[in-house]
């Protein structure tokens, strides 16, 4: 294991300060972004300015005794993040001097600087001293009897004269250890561990960076974060931001506040994963965003066939150092883990990393991992559950036919519930299945009910109750589920869509525009969006705003130049109505042909205002189960066929009345 942070006076050079004991390096007082290796890297040369700190040395500090190949990488990367943290040269060095296959030497100036208050702390914090111990205010005391004149000296002197130094204050601090030993039982442990806590309302799991050097290892990095999140999400007292968010901050590296409130949290987890063989290390560190305060750190390492278990220790860690208490519920699910060869779960990861790329192509190539790693560990359900999650996708998308891929997905699905039955990834998937492809509204509100109560910071399971609400025409619930959803998933198109549909469906067209807006400022080339915008935009009567969003969604479809010529034409005939009158007449093969889908065709003749077309479509996408039937006892777009008794029996069928 690493060795600790050395309990250190502040050292000082320059305009720079490191204070050992929060683990932070300011610059001129403002506190600088640097991760805990090479943290520890800066503070042992520092520590020894002058000296020649070999690299073995480095590995020892870093590393212990431990065996890790690649460590040769990771001090270059440590080394790398000190110079660029302190505008250092190599090649002109004014702080770290590089001696060739040898190490490094700290050539700057240090001074160090011992505030009293800290050896109080110091020692309270190695031998856990409550904060109201009368042995602490002893101690204290005896600290400010170091003269002044040794609270602040050269680096050096201290390096020489710390003996004599630590001798007069260990006379004088005896009598606040014996008085410690004497009240040390009379204090509760969980009045001791209170002091530890910080307050946190909200956190963002940062993608954690792949230092093994290649590209190759970016899905293990992905998912170590991915498990990081899961695990942290049980907590119901804790706002955890979703992966889909976290993962845009992958690669760009943005101030902490900047991302605290983009994300809208309080506490940032930033950290490394280095894999290197058989052997893995994570390294952590939990950080106050508004401020970019560091508040803990810790690495962890251990072998990739128990890599489950390394997840979860840091998980763990830092649910101790965020919430005040956890349920008993809460500490089993933190600390479950599944039985996995190393080999299934490989194959696992790098299923989910292909499968979040969110492309037909990558998703299908997601589906041949999946099924190696079941053949590899048939009893691993995360396996299960992501590939149903792919065939869910696949149907969505229309890639294949949801009367193939949603019964692929229930099998799967079914597996995954009868190896745990406690999995919220499942119930989830297994309500979205309910909902759209079984139409049992009823049984899919029970699961995706479930699936939050088993992972209460779920945006699948906030999303999933959103759309049940709206299916049944409870909007408001609908709309707040909906937020919910968008709250742990902030920067998603997906659920933002969906967040400006259900606004859309509660006649609230004004705010479901501003939704629109605001989330094509995430992606200007979201169709989808732009679909939605052109609806909204229809529903208040603004026909020339509406063709335009529809026409700019064509166009990012892929539609033929001739299509869009024919669209503009039809528009400058007959307005939204010739908008789409151009667009069946230009796609009446591919219609005919089933390569559109059913329910834009019946969206098409809706905005025509040809009743029995929408109402013949409607009718083949109820049998095809296409996306959007079941939101037909709300949307806006079929208003005109409320009345209508063909309309109505299509209703009951469906589910949506009695």
């Known amino acids: 294991m690493a060795s600790p942070l050395p309990s250190s006076p502040k050292l000082k050079f320059g305009a720079f300060e490191l204070d050992a004991a929060s683990g932070r390096l300011l610059k001129n007082g403002i506190p600088l972004k640097l991760q805990p290796q090479p943290f520890r890297v800066l503070l042992l040369l520092a520590e020894r300015s002058g000296a020649v700190v070999t690299r073995q040395e480095i590995q020892r500090c870093l590393w212990g005794d431990s ?101 007069v204050a260990t006379l004088l601090i005896v009598g606040a250890l014996i008085v410690w030993t004497l009240r040390r039982d009379r204090v509760s442990p969980s009045v001791r561990a209170a002091s530890d806590i910080i307050a946190a309302h909200s956190l ?27 695990s942290l999400g049980q907590i119901g007292v804790l706002r ?39 052997r893995v290390r994570i390294t952590a560190q939990l950080i106050q965003a508004a401020t970019d305060k560091h508040l803990w750190a810790e690495s962890y390492e251990g072998d990739f066939r128990d890599v489950l278990g390394l997840q979860n220790r840091v998980a763990s860690a830092i649910a101790k150092q965020i919430v005040v208490r956890l349920t008993p519920r809460q500490e089993t699910r933190l600390g479950r883990t599944y039985p996995v060869s190393a080999q299934a779960y490989e194959l696992y990861l790098k299923a989910e990393y292909f499968l979040n790329r969110f492309t037909p192509g990558t998703v299908s190539q997601s589906i041949s991992y999946f099924q ?19 065939y869910h996708v696949l149907g969505n998308m229309a890639v294949i036919p949801k009367k193939v891929s949603y019964p692929k997905a229930k099998l799967l699905v079914a597996r995954a519930l009868e190896l745990d039955p406690q999995s919220a990834a499942a119930h989830a998937e297994w ?93 200007p080339r979201s169709s989808p969006t732009l679909r939605q915008l052109g609806a909204v935009y229809a529903a208040k009567g603004m026909g020339l705003e509406a063709s335009s969003a529809f026409l700019r969604a064509h166009s990012l479809e892929g539609a ?16 939204l ?9 230009f796609l009446n093969q591919e219609i005919d042909d089933g390569k559109v ?62």
């Open 240 to 278: 955890v931001i979703s992966r889909t968010s976290v993962m845009q901050y992958k690669g760009i590296h943005k101030p902490l506040p900047q991302v605290a409130r983009e994300l809208n949290v309080d506490t940032v987890v930033e950290g490394t994963v280095l894999r290197s063989g058989d």
């Open 372 to 390: 190696q790693a079941i053949d590899a560990d048939p009893n691993y359900p995360p396996a299960y559950v992501g590939m149903a999650a792919a």
């Open 204 to 230: 963002a799991v940062l993608p954690l960076e792949n230092l093994s050097g290649t590209s190759a290892q970016d899905y293990f990095a992905d998912g170590m974060t991915d498990a990081l999140i899961t």
């Open 431 to 523: 309500a979205w299945g309910l909902l759209y492809y079984d139409f049992d509204f009823a049984t899919a509100a029970q699961e995706f009910n479930h699936a939050l109560e088993l992972n209460p910071n779920s945006p699948d399971g906030h999303q999933g109750s959103g759309n049940y609400y709206a299916t049944l025409g409870q909007l408001q619930q609908s709309v707040l589920e909906m937020q919910r959803a968008r709250d742990l998933d902030p920067l998603s198109l997906m659920v933002n869509t969906d967040l400006c549909m259900v606004l859309y469906f509660a006649r609230r067209y004004d705010e479901a525009l501003v939704q629109c807006k605001t989330t094509l400022e995430l992606d």
């Open 577 to 585: 109505s010739g908008h789409w009158q151009a667009w069946l007449k």
């Open 67 to 167: 065996t890790f190949v690649d460590f040769g990488r990771g001090i270059n990367f440590s080394i790398n993040q000190v110079r660029g943290v302190l505008s250092d040269n190599a090649e002109q060095p004014r702080y770290i001097e590089t001696l060739p296959r040898i190490g490094y030497r700290f050539i700057a100036h240090v001074e160090t600087e011992q505030p009293p208050a800290l050896l109080a702390d110091d020692l309270r914090q190695v031998y856990e001293w409550p904060t109201d111990s009368g042995a602490a205010t002893a101690f204290a005391s005896a600290a400010k009897a170091i003269p002044v004149s040794m609270r602040r000296v050269p680096f050096a002197w201290w390096k020489r004269n710390q003996l004599p130094v630590l001798s």
């Open 597 to 658: 889908d059913p329910i834009d065709v019946a969206e098409a003749y809706a905005y025509v205002g040809n009743d029995d077309g929408a109402l013949a479509w409607l009718e083949r996408a109820f049998e095809a189960r296409c996306y959007g039937v079941t939101y037909l006892g709300v949307d806006p777009t079929f208003d005109r066929l409320r009345s209508n008794p063909r309309f109505v029996s299509l209703l009951r069928r469906i589910g949506l009345t009695a």
């Open 560 to 575: 033929p130049p001739a299509l869009i010529v024919a669209i503009k034409n039809g528009e400058e005939v007959s307005g």
